[in-house]
């Protein structure tokens, strides 16, 4: 750490009331990658520093600590300022010169923007492409700060959430080897989850450093109108704008990815929950206008998609988009009324509808689950049919090599948010018949054996909602893709890491406690992205190695549509998914293997009671 550690840089944890995580959060607030690349150096090497500076031990707070440690920040900016490795500059064709920063394992450009900003007149509008206007003065953009995270109330773990906000949040992150390759690499663009309500894409959750150094592609991640923002809609306006941003993106990446190296031709879409939802939107949206050739993405993987989840007819959407307006009290010129509302009142006026949307919405799923779903049925980004609607009806045109899977718990973070108290069995059959429609609580009941003496049933619910939702929703569009579909592969990620109850994921408390002994949706994540900037908790050898496998198996994918295409020895052959064997994956530990016809009677028996 250079200078910081001529001056024995040192601090007394053990006798300060700060925690590691405290101390890292602030360094990364307040110095975006110098913090970043700080906290790096500071936690690798963490049991070397067991010194103290004078009075450390006695801070109480964030606050007094900054103000003795300024001193200590002005040495580590000057010393790392010099360290900073800069990136050549890149000739982009529609932001003009473009510059990031190397860290220990790729090259980071951060925060390049793709569209104007959706602001004013523009809120609530199909998005605008960037445009460079100084592109002729030869400026060169600094790659180097993370962009705004759209406007939210993130309900995420911290290390998810965005730092700042602002409306002006259309950008997006590369990540490339620092090694460089003769040939150009596999794109792949990630698509962030969060109920299309929260999350953002220069985060450190999904810093992808360390998974481009091991596999060898670029990751892009993307910011998108979230809420409102992202998916009011009335006469006067397109809606589904949110999806709209995720489209210009990608046309962003087909018309600069090459000059940072990347193969336009060979783009994969990778995305989680509401990510995986929308990545099945551009698949409709592809089948449905019958796009021309060349697409915009050739591979796809879906991580824990809400199949079951449907989207909005027009007919709920007007309703609720309605009462969205009133609230925030816009009854006449809606729409300039809504551009003339602060990000505040809009989001307030949207946190009253969805209150409100559960109560009246007919469809519970949707309302709790995802309320600001893409609406069915507009001409500007067109849906026509509920996901498992478009995939059986369509199996054949969509034809394009599909990664698919869940995780092992999927239904319990959302049963325990949504119900913190006990669930007595009387509430049990509430909850099926209000979810799941009254004239299936008997069959739900019977089909999964219900303990009547159980104390509570929160886990029986839960597991009701994954097979429902996740698990057996995939399974059934599988069946009808693997008829056309000889690239078909599904998992099921069943490990309960060690970072879920020493550090509580993401680094942070705001992991959920009931998750801490479950597989819930999203803790495949981590291991996905394996993030030095995540967790201070390092993986065990076991856990790199799981992690190293998941990465080769998407990797893999997204090169050539086969995640065995590039194994090690010793590394579990993934089947494809077939209609005789149904086989998938079980990424797990001590080793990954493979199962047939997982939850084979439940998945058959709602197969036969539906999905919508």
Same mark, same amino acid.
């Given at each position: 750490?250079?200078?910081?550690?001529?001056?024995?840089?040192?601090?007394?944890?053990?006798?300060?009331?700060?925690?590691?995580?405290?101390?890292?959060?602030?360094?990364?607030?307040?110095?975006?990658?110098?913090?970043?690349?700080?906290?790096?150096?500071?936690?690798?090497?963490?049991?070397?520093?067991?010194?103290?500076?004078?009075?450390?031990?006695?801070?109480?707070?964030?606050?007094?600590?900054?103000?003795?440690?300024?001193?200590?920040?002005?040495?580590?900016?000057?010393?790392?300022?010099?360290?900073?490795?800069?990136?050549?500059?890149?000739?982009?064709?529609?932001?003009?010169?473009?510059?990031?920063?190397?860290?220990?394992?790729?090259?980071?450009?951060?925060?390049?923007?793709?569209?104007?900003?959706?602001?004013?007149?523009?809120?609530?509008?199909?998005?605008?492409?960037?445009?460079?206007?100084?592109?002729?003065? &030869?400026?060169?953009?600094?790659?180097?700060?993370?962009?705004?995270? !759209?406007?939210?109330?993130?309900?995420?773990?911290?290390?998810?959430?965005?730092?700042?906000?602002?409306?002006?949040?259309?950008?997006?992150?590369?990540?490339?080897?620092?090694?460089?390759?003769?040939?150009?690499?596999?794109?792949?663009?990630?698509?962030?989850?969060?109920?299309?309500?929260?999350?953002?894409?220069?985060?450190?959750?999904?810093?992808?450093?360390?998974?481009?150094?091991?596999?060898?592609?670029?990751?892009?991640?993307?910011?998108?109108?979230?809420?409102?923002?992202?998916?009011?809609?009335?006469?006067?306006?397109?809606?589904?704008?949110?999806?709209?941003?995720?489209?210009?993106?990608?046309?962003?990446?087909?018309?600069?990815?090459?000059?940072?190296?990347?193969?336009?031709?060979?783009?994969?879409?990778?995305?989680?929950?509401?990510?995986?939802?929308?990545?099945?939107?551009?698949?409709?949206?592809?089948?449905?206008?019958?796009?021309?050739?060349?697409?915009?993405?050739?591979?796809?993987?879906?991580?824990?998609?809400?199949?079951?989840?449907?989207?909005?007819?027009?007919?709920?959407?007007?309703?609720?988009?309605? *009462? +969205? *307006? *009133?609230?925030?009290?816009?009854? +006449?010129?809606?729409?300039?009324?809504?551009?003339?509302?602060?990000?505040?009142?809009?989001?307030?006026?949207?946190?009253?509808?969805?209150?409100?949307?559960?109560?009246?919405?007919?469809?519970?799923?949707?309302?709790?689950?995802?309320?600001?779903?893409?609406?069915?049925?507009?001409?500007?980004?067109?849906?026509?049919?509920?996901?498992?609607?478009?995939?059986?009806?369509?199996?054949?045109?969509?034809?394009?090599?599909?990664?698919?899977?869940?995780?092992?718990?999927?239904?319990?973070?959302?049963?325990?948010?949504?119900?913190?108290?006990?669930?007595?069995?009387?509430?049990?059959?509430?909850?099926?018949?209000?979810?799941?429609?009254?004239?299936?609580?008997?069959?739900?009941?019977?089909?999964?054996?219900?303990?009547?003496?159980?104390?509570?049933?929160?886990?029986?619910?839960?597991?009701?909602? *994954?097979?429902?939702?996740?698990?057996?929703?995939?399974?059934?569009?599988?069946?009808?893709?693997?008829?056309?579909?000889?690239?078909?592969?599904?998992?099921?990620?069943?490990?309960?890491?060690?970072?879920?109850?020493?550090?509580?994921?993401?680094?942070?408390?705001? +992991?959920?406690?009931?998750?801490?002994?479950?597989? !819930?949706?999203?803790?495949?994540?981590?291991?996905?992205?394996?993030?030095?900037?995540?967790?201070?908790?390092?993986?065990?050898?076991?856990?790199?190695?799981?992690?190293?496998?998941?990465?080769?198996?998407?990797?893999?994918?997204?090169?050539?549509?086969?995640?065995?295409?590039?194994?090690?020895?010793?590394?579990?052959?993934?089947?494809?998914?077939?209609?005789?064997?149904?086989?998938?994956?079980?990424?797990?530990?001590?080793?990954?293997?493979?199962?047939? &016809?997982?939850?084979?009677?439940?998945?058959?028996?709602?197969?036969?009671?539906?999905?919508?």
């Amino acid at each position: 750490m250079g200078n910081i550690c001529d001056v024995a840089l040192v601090f007394c944890f053990k006798k300060s009331k700060i925690n590691l995580l405290q101390i890292k959060d602030f360094f990364t607030i307040a110095y975006g990658p110098f913090g970043m690349i700080f906290n790096n150096q500071l936690f690798s090497s963490i049991n070397k520093f067991r010194f103290c500076v004078g009075g450390l031990h006695k801070v109480n707070s964030v606050k007094s600590m900054v103000e003795q440690l300024k001193f200590l920040i002005l040495l580590f900016v000057s010393s790392t300022v010099n360290s900073i490795q800069q990136t050549e500059i890149i000739n982009t064709t529609t932001n003009g010169y473009i510059q990031g920063f190397s860290n220990e394992y790729a090259e980071v450009f951060l925060g390049i923007p793709y569209a104007k900003a959706p602001t004013g007149a523009l809120r609530f509008q199909v998005p605008q492409a960037y445009k460079n206007e100084n592109k002729q003065n &030869n400026t060169v953009f600094q790659a180097i700060e993370p962009g705004d995270g !759209c406007i939210q109330e993130c309900t995420l773990p911290t290390g998810a959430c965005p730092k700042t906000m602002s409306e002006d949040c259309l950008s997006l992150n590369i990540y490339r080897p620092r090694r460089k390759s003769g040939q150009a690499l596999t794109v792949m663009i990630f698509i962030h989850g969060g109920n299309f309500l929260s999350g953002a894409s220069a985060v450190p959750a999904y810093d992808a450093s360390h998974l481009v150094n091991l596999t060898n592609v670029i990751v892009v991640t993307i910011n998108y109108r979230l809420g409102a923002f992202g998916f009011y809609w009335n006469n006067g306006l397109p809606g589904n704008v949110g999806l709209l941003d995720q489209q210009l993106a990608m046309k962003w990446v087909q018309y600069n990815i090459n000059s940072f190296g990347g193969n336009p031709s060979n783009v994969v879409l990778f995305g989680q929950s509401a990510g995986a939802t929308s990545i099945s939107c551009h698949l409709q949206n592809l089948v449905v206008n019958k796009v021309p050739q060349p697409p915009l993405f050739h591979k796809v993987i879906m991580e824990s998609f809400p199949i079951g989840i449907p989207l909005r007819s027009t007919e709920s959407a007007a309703s609720f988009n309605n *009462a +969205f *307006a *009133a609230f925030a009290g816009c009854l +006449f010129d809606v729409t300039l009324c809504l551009q003339t509302k602060t990000p505040a009142e809009i989001l307030k006026a949207q946190n009253l509808a969805q209150d409100s949307n559960v109560v009246l919405e007919t469809n519970k799923l949707l309302a709790i689950g995802q309320p600001w779903e893409p609406t069915l049925n507009l001409p500007t980004f067109l849906l026509t049919n509920n996901h498992p609607e478009f995939f059986v009806q369509n199996s054949n045109p969509i034809n394009i090599p599909i990664l698919l899977g869940t995780t092992y718990d999927e239904g319990t973070l959302f049963i325990y948010d949504a119900q913190r108290q006990t669930i007595k069995y009387t509430d049990l059959l509430a909850y099926i018949g209000a979810l799941w429609n009254v004239e299936n609580v008997i069959p739900i009941n019977l089909q999964y054996k219900i303990n009547f003496a159980l104390a509570d049933y929160h886990d029986v619910l839960s597991q009701i909602l *994954a097979d429902s939702v996740f698990t057996c929703a995939a399974r059934y569009i599988a069946q009808s893709l693997s008829l056309h579909n000889s690239n078909l592969y599904l998992y099921v990620f069943n490990y309960l890491s060690n970072y879920n109850t020493e550090v509580l994921a993401y680094g942070n408390s705001s +992991f959920k406690p009931q998750c801490y002994t479950k597989v !819930c949706h999203g803790s495949e994540l981590p291991l996905v992205f394996n993030s030095d900037f995540v967790l201070p908790y390092k993986l065990t050898e076991e856990e790199e190695g799981l992690s190293q496998l998941i990465g080769r198996y998407f990797t893999n994918f997204a090169k050539t549509g086969n995640p065995n295409s590039e194994l090690s020895v010793g590394d579990e052959k993934w089947p494809v998914f077939q209609n005789i064997t149904k086989q998938n994956i079980l990424l797990t530990l001590p080793k990954s293997i493979t199962a047939s &016809n997982y939850r084979g009677a439940i998945c058959d028996f709602w197969n036969k009671l539906g999905y919508d």
